[in-house]
């Protein structure tokens, strides 16, 4: 099985907790405050690698978990941070939050910060004050962040092979590279895609085709394999597309490249406006005035296309000078044989050219942008606010909930730290202005209190 989607569940790893340590030594009777502050959990990274072909292995382990921080120790040690996970994706994974993109894996070694660990709690000896000179408490560990992904592989080909199933589409991709998808001489659909690697017939330059699972009518809706792998045809810059001149089961060659041309419409405007030629494959297999037949008839239609607009063959009306009345049909088709190895240099060096063409629209990835962590998340912020609701007053806001978060409430001397903290940050004042009274609950975080 091909596998192109996965939802996986993240978790980073939890801050180490601070220390509480006094000196002890010989001779040193009032060492003071000596404790070391914990370590930051792990982080979970996504990387991208050539090494996966699709996301078989997320259907079978779905959950990550990244190192916690370890706890700091007396003489000011501080714990050992977490071990980061690095998990490999492969390249032209495409991740999602909700409805959200968030992250677009397209380069190998390119790396997504997908989740931070928490952040370590200090130790005793950073709570020293000219008032307090002898802390007894120190911070807790926060939490690492926890994120479910949506995970959604489109390949990454310069050109994409599609047809109706059997037009010969994995006989071509063997033909033209080192791929070696299932072909037989019994009719069939590939139903996975497939990558190959082409070379000009000159050996100078490279560039890379997907066998796509062959389409039928109402594709973009669902039907067969349908939109399933249609989504693979979007980062292509170059659409084969390929049209068996016998016909698909008796059905005209001309009205299943038309048929095709509708599923790309109706599945993504985009996909349909790439630019795109066409390959007449089983030309030995038709007589000489059959193929002649269908190549005019295949050209009209493409003129027509031509004159309305059409996106797609905008490559001929350049080759006219703009000139719709000039526009030659029949430089958009291309007869070939995948069985006999006819007209294939000649396919491949259309398809070449027509590349460096879409290259050439393309933005230039600029090196700092494939390199180092990418993080799509907004700053914490010190901002906070009191809400009243039902007669209980909620505090929300990151600054406060992260102090309470590194509370420990099991020591009192922690406790009047957070109420000075409190105070300092006029969270009191701010409850008072909104009507509270002695008494009246206020919940921070997930912690609920009694104000007074």
């Not at 192109?4 to 220390?19: H, M, S, V, Y």
Request: net charge negative; proline share 4%; aromatic share 8%.
């Amino acid at each position: 099985m091909f596998y192109d989607r996965a939802t996986i569940e993240l978790l980073a790893g939890k801050g180490g907790n601070g220390c509480v340590s006094f000196r002890r030594e010989k001779f040193v009777p009032k060492g003071g405050p000596d404790g070391g502050d914990g370590g930051d959990g792990g982080n979970v990274i996504l990387v991208a690698s050539r090494r996966l072909r699709d996301l078989t292995y997320f259907q079978r382990q779905r959950h990550f978990r990244a190192g916690k921080g370890r706890p700091g120790e007396g003489v000011k040690k501080h714990g050992k941070r977490g071990e980061d996970l690095i998990v490999e994706v492969p390249c032209g994974t495409q991740i999602t939050v909700g409805d959200e993109l968030v992250a677009d894996l397209t380069i190998e070694g390119q790396r997504f910060l997908a989740v931070r660990g928490g952040d370590a709690g200090k130790g005793n000896a950073r709570f020293v004050t000219s008032t307090r000179r002898a802390p007894r408490f120190a911070e807790l560990g926060l939490p690492g962040e926890e994120l479910t992904l949506n995970m959604e592989l489109k390949l990454l080909a310069d050109a994409g092979l599609l047809g109706f199933p059997n037009a010969g589409k994995s006989s071509l991709l063997r033909r033209i590279s080192h791929a070696k998808p299932k072909v037989a001489n019994y009719p069939f659909t590939t139903v996975a895609p497939m990558l190959g690697t082409v070379e000009d017939p000159d050996g100078h330059n490279q560039f890379t085709v997907a066998d796509i699972p062959g389409l039928l009518e109402g594709a973009s809706e669902g039907v067969g394999l349908g939109d399933e792998f249609l989504m693979h045809l979007e980062r292509t810059g170059l659409l084969i597309h390929l049209v068996d001149v016998t016909g698909y089961y008796g059905k005209d060659p001309v009205d299943n490249f038309i048929s095709i041309n509708r599923e790309l419409s109706g599945y993504s405007p985009e996909l349909a406006a790439k630019t795109q030629f066409i390959a007449l494959n089983k030309g030995d297999l038709a007589s000489e005035n059959d193929v002649k037949k269908v190549v005019a008839r295949l050209a009209d239609e493409i003129a027509r296309r031509c004159r309305s607009g059409d996106p797609a063959f905008a490559w001929l009306m350049d080759m006219a000078d703009g000139d719709p009345d000039q526009v030659d049909g029949s430089s958009a088709i291309i007869t070939i044989s995948a069985a006999t190895g006819a007209g294939i240099n000649l396919l491949i060096r259309r398809a070449y050219d027509l590349l460096q063409r879409s290259w050439g629209r393309q933005p230039v990835l600029q090196a700092s942008e494939s390199g180092g962590h990418i993080t799509y998340r907004p700053a914490a912020g010190d901002h906070w606010e009191v809400l009243e609701e039902d007669g209980i007053y909620h505090v929300t806001g990151p600054a406060v909930e992260r102090i309470v978060a590194r509370t420990d409430f099991e020591n009192d001397e922690a406790v009047g730290y957070l109420q000075e903290r409190f105070e300092k940050l006029g969270v009191s004042d701010a409850l008072r202005a909104a009507g509270a009274v002695s008494g009246e609950d206020v919940i921070i975080g997930n912690m609920e209190f009694e104000f007074w």
